[in-house]
Nanobody
Framework: VQLQASGGGLVQAGDSLRLSCAASGRTFSSDSVAWFRQAPGKEREFVAAIRFGNTNAYYTDSVKGRFTISRDNAKNTVDLQMNSLKPEDTAMYYC????????????????????WGQGTQVTVSS
């Protein structure tokens, strides 16, 4: 499966953005999908994930209550709605996927995912 991330941009603190991860090559509905981000000089970090087979979503603590991950099987996309953006949210955002349901504890690990999009830049000014 090929992933294409889009929707990034330059916004001010407090604004919103909606990122979209579109899949091609096969249906996305059987995958667990996550968003990660990487700021310059830092390691790639987990942001949010949605697991195949249910609608449960998982978030890193710093985005809980502000970000929402959702799946649209009809469009073959997984979106990340980001509200109340902060300068510390500035990073390159990547979507990632793997077929099936990894164990819950592995959902936050980069190594769990074998398909990656190219990234979309989010810059939040103060």
């Amino acid at each position: 499966v090929q992933l294409q991330a889009s929707g990034g941009g330059l916004v001010q603190a407090g604004d919103s953005l909606r990122l979209s991860c579109a899949a091609s090559g096969r249906t996305f509905s059987s995958d667990s999908v996550a968003w990660f981000r990487q700021a310059p000089g830092k390691e790639r970090e987990f942001v949010a994930a949605i697991r195949f087979g249910n609608t449960n979503a998982y978030y890193t603590d710093s985005v809980k209550g502000r970000f929402t991950i959702s799946r649209d099987n009809a469009k073959n996309t997984v979106d990340l709605q980001m509200n109340s953006l902060k300068p510390e949210d500035t990073a390159m955002y990547y979507c990632a996927a793997r077929y099936g349901r990894p164990i819950l504890s592995a959902m936050r690990d980069v190594a769990t995912y074998n398909y990656w999009g190219q990234g979309t830049q989010v810059t939040v000014s103060s």
